[in-house]
């Protein structure tokens, strides 16, 4: 989908057991992993749904590595995509646009036709700042996630610069303090 979308910003994968998923990829030398618990809430086909679940990200290269943990049972594509895939695996490639709108409409053009899934705005906003879609009439798609430009850009590039000078040590690390520190002042 580069020729439509671009380069893809990152592949997620969503699993039962973060831990395992976490260790699986540092034992075979892909880290470190900056982890946290996340939530807040998001619009899962329409509604507003809380959600609650453990995220962590990690380079190889300039490939990004996105692994989901959904705690509990909770109305979100996280979820779904356990119910239909309980051992886990790929939940959804991501890719930068500026114009969500514009990338549905371009995507539609394409034969490709879009449909959102899951979406997040800004606090207090109706503005989506990133939008999860699956190819509509797709049974168990891989979905995609458009995300806008914005504060946290400046984190992904430091994780990807410790990623290329990682030693090994410190496999696991605070995502929280790490986003603090590389976000713009």
Same mark, same amino acid.
């Given at each position: ?7 893809p910003? #990152? ?10 998923a ?12 900056? &982890?946290?618990?996340? +939530? ?5 086909? +329409?509604e507003? #749904? ?5 995220? +962590? ?11 989901? %943990? ?24 991501? $890719?930068?646009?500026?114009? @969500?709108?514009? &990338?549905?409409? %371009?995507?539609?053009?394409a034969? *490709?036709p ?13 503005? %989506?700042?990133?939008? $999860?879609?699956?190819? *509509? ?5 891989v ?9 946290f850009?400046?984190? @992904?590039?430091?994780?990807? *610069?410790?990623? %290329?000078?990682?030693? +090994?040590?410190?496999?696991?690390r ?10 713009? &002042?």
């Amino acid at each position: 989908m580069s020729r439509l979308y671009g380069n893809p910003i #990152h592949q997620c994968y969503v699993y039962s057991d973060f831990d395992a998923a976490i260790e699986r990829l540092a034992a075979g030398g892909i880290g470190p992993f900056w &982890t946290m618990r996340s +939530g807040g809430m998001g619009i899962y086909r +329409g509604e507003e #749904h809380a959600l609650d679940m453990d995220v +962590g990200f990690c380079y190889s290269g300039d490939t990004c590595f996105e692994i989901i %943990a959904p705690r509990g049972e909770q109305q979100s594509a996280y979820w779904e995509f356990l119910t239909r895939n309980p051992q886990g695996g790929l939940h959804h490639m991501a $890719y930068f646009s500026d114009d @969500f709108e514009a &990338t549905l409409a %371009a995507s539609a053009a394409a034969g *490709k036709p879009l449909e959102i899934v899951q979406e997040f705005r800004l606090p207090g906003s109706d503005e %989506a700042v990133e939008i $999860y879609c699956e190819p *509509k009439g797709a049974d168990n798609p891989v979905l995609f996630q458009f995300v806008h430009h914005g504060p946290f850009d400046n984190w @992904f590039d430091s994780m990807r *610069k410790i990623a %290329a000078e990682w030693d +090994g040590s410190e496999p696991i690390r605070d995502a929280r303090a790490s986003m603090a520190a590389a976000m713009p &002042t």
